[in-house]
């Protein structure tokens, strides 16, 4: 059974740095594309960033924020840097519905497996 589980999540100030973790189980990890959505209060989940050969990134976050992923460890990361209020979400992972490598891969729609999310705040 497949399962994702996100750690990482926590409060930090406004231009500090968090690094999100997504292990997978019950896949062939290196075979999927690997996702991060967020949902902040009240809003809609959206696209952060994704990852198959290389990164892709929402605008929001392009310049800050860096997906990788190790697939010795079936584990994909967040590193988010120069955090701002506006970061502040529950953040998702996600694996790719179809095997293979997808490019720009910003819909949800095109996974298929979903962590329950963990929490990223973020004071000014």
Same mark, same amino acid.
């Given at each position: 059974? =497949?399962?994702?589980v996100?750690?990482g999540?926590?409060?930090?100030? %406004?231009?500090?740095?968090?690094?999100?973790?997504? %292990? %997978?189980?019950?896949?062939?990890?290196?075979s999927?594309?690997m996702g991060?959505?967020r949902?902040?209060?009240g809003?809609?989940?959206?696209?952060?960033? !994704?990852?198959s050969?290389?990164?892709?990134?929402?605008?929001? =976050?392009?310049?800050r924020?860096?997906?990788s992923?190790?697939?010795?460890k079936?584990? =994909?990361?967040?590193?988010?840097?120069?955090?701002?209020?506006?970061?502040?979400? =529950?953040?998702?992972?996600?694996? !790719?519905?179809?095997?293979?490598?997808l490019?720009?891969?910003?819909s949800?729609?095109?996974?298929?497996?979903?962590?329950?999310?963990t929490?990223?705040?973020?004071s000014?």
């Amino acid at each position: 059974q =497949v399962q994702l589980v996100e750690s990482g999540g926590g409060l930090v100030q %406004a231009g500090e740095s968090l690094r999100l973790s997504c %292990a %997978a189980s019950g896949l062939t990890f290196s075979s999927y594309t690997m996702g991060w959505f967020r949902q902040a209060p009240g809003k809609e989940r959206v696209f952060v960033a !994704s990852i198959s050969g290389t990164g892709y990134y929402a605008d929001s =976050v392009k310049g800050r924020f860096t997906i990788s992923r190790d697939n010795a460890k079936n584990t =994909v990361y967040l590193q988010m840097n120069d955090m701002k209020p506006e970061d502040t979400a =529950v953040y998702y992972c996600a694996a !790719s519905r179809v095997p293979g490598l997808l490019l720009r891969a910003r819909s949800e729609n095109q996974y298929k497996y979903w962590g329950q999310g963990t929490q990223v705040t973020v004071s000014s």
